[in-house]
């Protein structure tokens, strides 16, 4: 049986989720804008449930980005710390903090599904102009989170199995 290569497969998933969570950003702002310009004007109506999908698209948006913005450290960073230390200390630190993180992102993920499942179970809706299911939410931050989280432990399995020599300091 062929071996099937797991890594460009996921890295084009989590690049396709970026994608999409830019082109849901677009569609905000072009939302939102249609909202502000048909309150201005009496003749433009905007639709009753632009509010909501935009209510309901920033979180979406931004748990469809995160996993790529982990993957190519665009998250927060403090570079003054990372220039002060050795590349040894660098290194641990990275370590320490990926794990740290992928720990943090599973335990909001296990929070988020938890609370999902349970609005899930009672059916409760967040009655906006449209309703919507309230586990929505909940299954948005769930699954983005623990992306978050297989992205930062890859981070700390590549930099554990890295060969690269490290850096002197003098």
Sequence with gaps: MPRIPVGPIW???????FALGAVY????VIGTLW???ARAIPQLHAPVWLSTVIEFGLPSSAMLAAPWLVRTRGHVAM???NAALSARQRKALLAFTDLAAAGICLFVARYAGL???DSFERGEVAVRAVDVPRWYLYAILCSGLTLCAIEFLRH?????????PEETTS
Excluded: K, N, Q, Y
């Excluded at 700390?156 to 690269?164: F, I």
């Design 115 to 117: 609370a999902g499942l």
């Design 35 to 37: 909202d502000v310009i």
């Design 79 to 81: 570079e003054l710390i």
């Design 156 to 164: 700390a399995v590549l930099a554990a199995c890295s060969t690269a």
């Design 11 to 17: 890295t084009g998933f989590i690049r396709s989720l």
């Design 25 to 28: 950003l677009g569609l905000i």
